[in-house]
């Protein structure tokens, strides 16, 4: 069968974690209409970590026909606060077992690098990483859970963009985690749009390495070109420039992301992350998933 789809509801990313305007059990009800295996989560999204909780809103994913495949978390590991970083630690360790509750052995639970605080050097900020990464991994082997590093633009309740948003941090920070059972790459082809860097470049350099993927796709403001995008060095924010729209009609090439995974046997999720305009366009998004994951992966 081809390559098992999940949905990430980004379009309601501030309703349901920042102004809890609405619930995870909400969301959970309203994708019963779309065509995906599964549901990824946010550790924003809870509003409790309790067993009980937690257990309710495994029970709703089940219920509604899906399981979790991926919970995105965004620990800060790059802050400059000894005590800041070992609080990051600990809530991505808690987190870690929380993805082994709700998705069981091999669901991935994502880490980012963290923050790009002002002074920070790259010298140091690789080190805090590799530190902070290297204590959460044997509680990851414990649990049988995959820690997964978003090639990230920056988490949406965060002031600074991400330590290792461009791809030769990224590069160096995956290289120095040798780990290939329980680490890998979580690979969003538009983070490196954002990034001014080439997605299907930064694919090849980590193809072996993917654990899980986001799908979703930019296009450009009409009089904007490509080369201007890449001429940032990324770390202004998400250009006005720089749109959300239905993956397979912006700039990602799909067809050389997928031949890519392909080539490399890759037989992870690959996940939904957009609907900015709407479930409307998340089911267009996803239709088109199904088409490209079927066509690339008919035996996966």
């Known amino acids: 069968m081809p390559l098992r789809l999940s949905a990430f509801p980004k379009c309601y990313l501030d309703r349901i974690a920042g102004e809890r305007s609405m619930t995870v059990f909400e969301w959970i009800e309203m994708a019963k209409d779309l065509d995906a295996d ?23 994913i089940h219920a509604a026909g899906f399981v979790m495949p991926m919970l995105c978390c965004s620990p800060d590991f790059t802050n400059p606060d000894p005590d800041g970083r070992k609080r990051a630690v600990e809530r991505e360790v808690e987190m870690v077992r929380v993805t082994r509750r709700l998705g069981g052995p091999r669901a991935v639970c994502r880490v980012l690098s963290g923050q790009q605080h002002p002074g920070l050097s790259r010298k140091q900020g690789l080190a805090w990483v590799v530190e902070c990464i290297e204590q ?11 820690l997964g590093l978003e090639n990230h633009y920056k988490d949406g309740f965060w002031k600074y963009p991400e330590f290792a948003q461009k791809k030769d941090v990224f590069l160096d920070l995956v290289n120095a985690i040798p780990d290939r059972t329980h680490f890998g790459v979580q690979y969003d082809p538009s983070n490196a749009l954002v990034a001014g860097d080439d997605p299907v470049d930064l ?3 980590v193809a072996d390495r993917v654990v899980s993927m986001h799908a979703s796709d930019r296009s450009l403001a009409e009089g904007t070109t ?17 749109r959300h729209g239905v993956t397979g009609k912006g700039l990602n090439d ?47």
């Open 38 to 60: 599964g549901l990824e989560m946010y550790d924003g999204f809870f509003t409790s970590l309790s067993a009980g909780y937690l257990d309710s809103v495994g029970e709703a």
């Open 136 to 146: 959460v991994l044997p509680v990851a082997r414990e649990c049988d859970v995959i």
């Open 203 to 205: 694919l090849r350099a």
């Open 226 to 242: 490509l080369d201007e995008l890449r001429q940032s060095d990324g770390t202004l924010g998400y250009s006005p420039n720089l």
């Open 254 to 300: 799909y067809d050389a992301i997928f031949r890519t995974l392909a080539d490399h046997g890759y037989r992870g999720w690959v996940s939904i992350e957009d609907g900015m305009n709407g479930m409307e366009e998340m089911a267009e998004s996803l239709a088109f998933l199904r088409r490209m994951t079927a066509n690339y992966f008919p035996e996966a």
